[in-house]
């Protein structure tokens, strides 16, 4: 007869099942409303991130996806894969440890209050828990930054220590969507409909 005593676990969960967390996926978008985050320190604050070229396109089920379009890549193609605009692709986190790519657009010739404030809310990003929400009115980011006793209270998930590399971290966000060659579907469907 089955003693069902000893499939019965500890109260407290830890019985031994201890391990490190594999980060496979990586998100590709800009911080939640809800998600306090943080920028990783890579050495040279904001300036430590690439600046890229991406666009929107339609993927095979024809969902909207963005690509990171290699620089020659946009050159020949620009004229042909709009929307795309210039990108830092920031490297960082949440209080609850997902970690994230956010491509925070920029277009020098132009303002945009949208794009302005992102970039604020990410330079305040590299040294403070913050948030963003939008503010449709003003057509901006909100900033909110989190109070000292609350930020001394939360616990830093990684020590704003990335757990992968940068450069892992973009090739696990953007998995089939870094378009670096004309054999990239991407390329070959230009005029394509669906």
Same mark, same amino acid.
């Given at each position: 007869?089955?003693?069902?005593?000893?499939?019965?676990?500890?109260?407290?969960?830890?019985?031994?099942?201890?391990?490190?967390?594999?980060?496979?996926?990586?998100?590709?978008?800009?911080?939640?409303?809800?998600?306090?985050?943080?920028?990783?320190?890579?050495?040279?604050?904001?300036?430590?991130?690439?600046?890229?070229?991406?666009?929107?396109?339609?993927?095979?089920?024809?969902?909207?996806?963005?690509?990171?379009?290699?620089?020659?890549?946009?050159?020949?193609?620009?004229?042909?894969?709009?929307?795309?605009?210039?990108?830092?692709?920031?490297?960082?986190?949440?209080?609850?440890?997902?970690?994230?790519?956010?491509?925070?657009?920029?277009?020098?010739?132009?303002?945009?209050?949208?794009?302005?404030?992102?970039?604020?809310?990410?330079?305040?990003? =590299? !040294?403070?828990?913050?948030?963003?929400? $939008?503010?449709?009115?003003? +057509? /901006?980011? &909100?900033?909110?930054?989190?109070?000292?006793?609350?930020?001394?209270?939360?616990?830093?998930?990684? =020590? !704003?220590?990335?757990?992968?590399?940068? $450069?892992?971290?973009?090739? +696990? /966000?953007? &998995?089939?969507?870094?378009?670096?060659?004309?054999?990239?579907?991407?390329?070959?469907?230009?005029?394509?409909?669906?």
């Amino acid at each position: 007869m089955l003693d069902i005593t000893k499939l019965q676990i500890a109260d407290d969960f830890e019985d031994g099942l201890k391990g490190s967390k594999v980060f496979d996926l990586v998100r590709f978008d800009k911080p939640q409303p809800n998600e306090w985050f943080r920028l990783f320190d890579l050495g040279e604050g904001f300036q430590s991130f690439m600046k890229v070229i991406i666009t929107t396109q339609p993927d095979a089920s024809g969902e909207d996806q963005k690509y990171l379009l290699a620089p020659e890549i946009a050159a020949t193609y620009k004229d042909y894969l709009k929307p795309y605009t210039r990108s830092v692709l920031t490297y960082g986190y949440t209080t609850r440890g997902i970690i994230f790519i956010w491509p925070v657009n920029y277009n020098p010739a132009y303002h945009n209050n949208w794009h302005e404030s992102a970039k604020n809310i990410a330079l305040a990003a =590299n !040294n403070e828990w913050t948030q963003m929400q $939008s503010d449709k009115v003003t +057509k /901006a980011y &909100v900033h909110l930054k989190m109070t000292t006793k609350n930020q001394a209270e939360t616990k830093d998930p990684f =020590n !704003n220590k990335p757990p992968i590399p940068y $450069s892992s971290a973009i090739e +696990k /966000a953007l &998995v089939n969507r870094v378009v670096d060659s004309e054999d990239h579907p991407v390329i070959q469907n230009i005029g394509v409909k669906a």
